[in-house]
């Protein structure tokens, strides 16, 4: 059980485009779920927390505009690279959690890369 | 504000040895919870044990198991019996008990080796 997957694995998408991803609760409902970035040979930095129905909280430095996060249902959140450029490459991972618990679950991550 | 602190960027230890990675933190909070993941190449996000800071007894997970010292603020994980499949990125995080899911502070992680 508590398994979460993420859609694309990977993208490729080109200088000033968008890109969606994906990050599913498979078998439970997520009150919450967290969007993490991911530099090579580095920590996980939260980008930013959705609960279902409300808006996203964003941390500091984190520009709310260029990443859209949408959590319109409790199996569904989405990240949106909008007008993405080189230095958005990254691997973004989503973790989710229920209500009544501190249990989060982590999808298996999306590579972007920029060109 | 809450910070997790991994002074040892790379380890390595042969197979069947025993390792220690170390982690601290900081914080003002008296309920929080502790944990080790595991990030393999494939880098899914492994929960490898878990530490609630109320309870006194260190946690232990077969080969896994924690030293917790809440005054110190020191929380080091023990792999005993180390594997090849123990290779991996291994991150301490902490997150405030507010009874439902909140956000991980993770340290900045220590690679491990093993080698035969």
């Known amino acids: 059980g508590a398994v979460v997957s993420q859609h694309p694995s990977w993208v490729i998408c080109k200088s000033g485009t968008s890109v969606k991803i994906e990050c599913r609760s498979l078998?439970?409902?997520?009150?919450?779920m967290f969007w993490y970035r991911q530099f090579p040979k580095q920590s996980l930095m939260l980008m930013a927390t959705?609960?279902?129905?409300?808006?996203?909280?964003?941390e500091q430095g984190v520009e709310k505009d260029k990443f859209l996060i949408n959590h319109a249902s409790l199996t569904l959140s989405t990240l949106t690279v909008t007008s993405a450029h080189p230095e958005d490459s990254s691997f973004y991972i989503c973790?989710?959690?229920?209500?009544?618990?501190?249990?989060?679950?982590f999808g298996p991550g999306t590579r972007l890369t920029v060109t | 504000a809450q910070t997790v602190t991994q002074s040892q960027p790379e380890m390595s230890v042969q197979e069947a040895e025993t390792v220690t990675l170390s982690c601290t933190y900081d914080?003002?909070?008296?309920?929080?919870?502790l944990f080790w993941y595991k990030q393999p190449p494939s880098r899914q996000m492994i929960l490898v044990i878990r530490?609630?800071?109320?309870?006194?007894q260190n946690a232990t997970e077969n080969r896994f198991s924690v030293n917790f010292q809440k005054a110190a603020k020191s929380f080091s994980l023990k792999i005993s019996d180390s594997q090849l499949g123990d290779t991996a990125m291994y991150f301490c995080?902490?997150?405030?008990?507010?009874?439902?899911?909140?956000?991980?502070?993770f340290g900045t992680g220590t690679r491990l080796q093993v080698t035969l």
């Open positions: 973790s989710a959690g229920t209500g009544g618990t501190y249990e989060q679950y």
């Open positions: 078998d439970f409902q997520a009150t919450t």
């Open positions: 959705s609960n279902e129905g409300s808006k996203a909280t964003y």
């Open positions: 914080t003002s909070e008296s309920n929080y919870y």
């Open positions: 530490q609630e800071a109320y309870k006194q």
């Open positions: 995080a902490f997150i405030r008990n507010t009874g439902t899911a909140s956000k991980l502070t």
